[in-house]
């Protein structure tokens, strides 16, 4: 077991804890909550397939024809079901972010070396982390024995890296994982402020744009939809 005074390291006091914490806040994920389903609903309403759907299915219910009109409402809530379900997997992207990293993180603090959770980490914290374990924070080496990590979340390359305090990489991050050894990093940045988190942070604020092919499908949807009004109108009459 690692005293962490051989390395001259005491770590913050209660007192410095919780002036970082007031500071810099929790250890977490924190992004905008987006009520998804009603969101899904509305792009689903907005695709071409399915107002041309809605429109024919509208035209046989109107003339009487319940069996094509039903059938073709079916095939709208077809869709619909797997462009939601599609929806719902892409968007746990973010969510899963909040399970990368463990819930208990071991920390110097006081002179000791205490367990505490993984929220509770705050700036200027000293992290002990080890093989096996995924790193809770991003932060500086100060200390290192055979250490290697694992950053395929981050770079996606899958050999892992060697890290001490004098290499000119000398940082660990959150999400990635300890391959062997053993480190002690000062931690200098968390949650939302953190490499994973900035890349959360950019999942969140991409604008989707509709495609080339998208946009002449919905405009020859709209076109047929008008030529298909016109022409009900005149068979109606």
């Known amino acids: 077991m690692i005293n962490p005074t051989d390395f001259g390291i005491a770590g913050l006091t209660d007192q410095q804890v919780d002036a970082s914490k007031k500071e810099h ?3 977490s994920f924190n992004y905008k909550k987006e009520n998804s389903f009603l969101n899904a609903l509305k792009s689903i309403a907005k695709e ?4 041309l759907l809605l429109i024919a299915s509208s035209i046989y219910f109107i003339t009487g024809n319940w069996g094509d009109g039903v059938f073709l409402a079916s095939a709208i809530v077809l869709v619909g079901s797997i462009s939601l379900y599609q929806d719902s997997r892409s968007r746990k992207a973010l969510e899963n972010l909040e399970n990368i990293t463990h819930p208990k993180s071991k920390v110097i603090r006081n002179g000791a070396v205490v367990e505490i959770n993984s929220q509770d980490i705050v700036v200027g914290d000293f992290l002990m982390v080890e093989e096996g374990t995924t790193i809770s924070a991003d932060g500086v080496i100060v ?3 055979d250490f290697s ?5 981050l770079t996606g390359e899958s050999l892992s890296v060697y890290k001490d305090a004098t290499s000119t990489d000398n940082l660990i991050f959150t999400g ?3 391959a ?7 931690i200098t940045a968390i949650g939302n402020l953190t490499k994973l988190g900035e890349i959360g942070k950019s999942l969140e604020d991409i604008t989707e744009e509709k495609t080339p092919l998208e946009l002449k499908i ?3 949807v709209k076109l047929m939809s008008i030529w298909g009004g016109v022409i009900f109108l005149l068979v109606w009459e």
């Open 149 to 153: 990590v694992n950053e395929s979340i």
């Open 176 to 178: 990635s994982t300890v």
């Open 48 to 51: 071409p397939m399915v107002i």
């Open 218 to 220: 919905f405009n020859f």
């Open 180 to 186: 062997s050894g053993l480190a002690i990093a000062q």
């Open 143 to 145: 200390h290192s024995n």
């Open 25 to 27: 806040g929790l250890n």
